[in-house]
């Protein structure tokens, strides 16, 4: 098993980043967590860069969270919540078009328990990220 030092926010971060556009990776020798965006966007191929990335065991991806991954971490919350206003209103939001807008837009009326739904996605994102580098054979140092 491989001991890097990396941020593990800054990974919970590229984790939680569902974005097609942009890649990240990981530097399994340093702990630097690279950027990538598609080269589409950019105009800018960097054809070194790619095949290094490509066949370099150095740099492994770094996952995305999937939508049905996502919409489940708020469908899990909704069932946490006590106050029956704001579960009627997440099960409601989760269930109509653009859920995860909907979920956004409810939650931001209760700012305690905004600041809950974020401290639970982001405890989520870790263990997600956590058992990822340990499939990787990857062990976070401090």
């Not at 690279?34 to 290094?52: A, F």
């Not at 708020?74 to 939001?93: D, I, P, Q, R, Y």
């Not at 600041?115 to 996605?121: G, P």
Request: charged content about 35%; some cysteine.
């Amino acid at each position: 098993m491989r001991s890097i030092k990396t941020d593990l926010n800054e990974l919970c971060d590229a984790y939680s980043m569902n974005n097609d556009e942009i890649d990240h990776f990981l530097d399994v020798e340093t702990g630097e967590i690279i950027v990538r965006l598609d080269p589409v966007l950019t105009g800018e191929r960097d054809e070194e860069w790619d095949e290094e990335l490509e066949f370099n065991d150095r740099y492994i991806h770094v996952p995305k969270i999937d939508s049905d991954t996502a919409y489940h971490l708020m469908t899990e919350f909704a069932s946490t919540v006590t106050s029956k206003v704001l579960g009627e209103a997440l099960e409601e939001a989760l269930h109509r078009r653009k859920p995860f807008r909907g979920f956004k837009d409810v939650i931001s009326d209760f700012p305690e328990e905004r600041n809950r739904w974020f401290e639970f996605e982001r405890e989520a994102h870790q263990r997600a990220v956590l058992e990822w580098l340990e499939q990787n054979n990857i062990k976070l140092t401090r």
